[in-house]
Nanobody, 119 residues
Framework: QVQLVESGGGSVQPGGSLRLSCVAS????????MAWYRQRPGKQRELVAA???????NYGDSMKERFSISSDFAKKTVYLQMNNLEIEDTADYLC?????????????WGQGTRVSVAF
């Protein structure tokens, strides 16, 4: 069984920073991508940032300006540094990993960590 544990969420004022962490454990082989998504209230889930085992990063629209993804694939850990947070960044942030055979990969989601940005 594969488990993802996210941490680092919390409440912060606009302009503040947070660093999210996600650690994956369990029967994971050929881990080739880790990502952060977010679910804002009343909105569809959207990609924040993703990184693959070659270190190639991919960001959602306008995310790269303030967010930065990093990872340690050996430790099955991915981070999201969020700077200059805005009220609109309030959301549940979910970790996702993709692993396995390219023809039959597995995608696993974490439970999410909540980020609240408010005065």
């Amino acid at each position: 069984q594969v488990q993802l544990v996210e941490s680092g969420g919390g409440s912060v004022q606009p302009g503040g920073s947070l660093r999210l962490s996600c650690v994956a454990s369990g029967n994971i082989w050929n881990l080739y991508a880790m990502a952060w998504y977010r679910q804002r209230p009343g909105k569809q889930r959207e990609l924040v940032a993703a990184i693959n085992s070659d270190g190639v990063e991919n960001y959602g629209d306008s995310m790269k300006e303030r967010f930065s993804i990093s990872s340690d694939f050996a430790k099955k850990t991915v981070y999201l540094q969020m700077n200059n947070l805005e009220i609109e960044d309030t959301a549940d942030y979910l970790c996702n990993i993709v692993f396995g055979e390219f023809s039959d990969f597995s995608s696993v989601w974490g439970q999410g960590t909540r980020v609240s940005v408010a005065f």
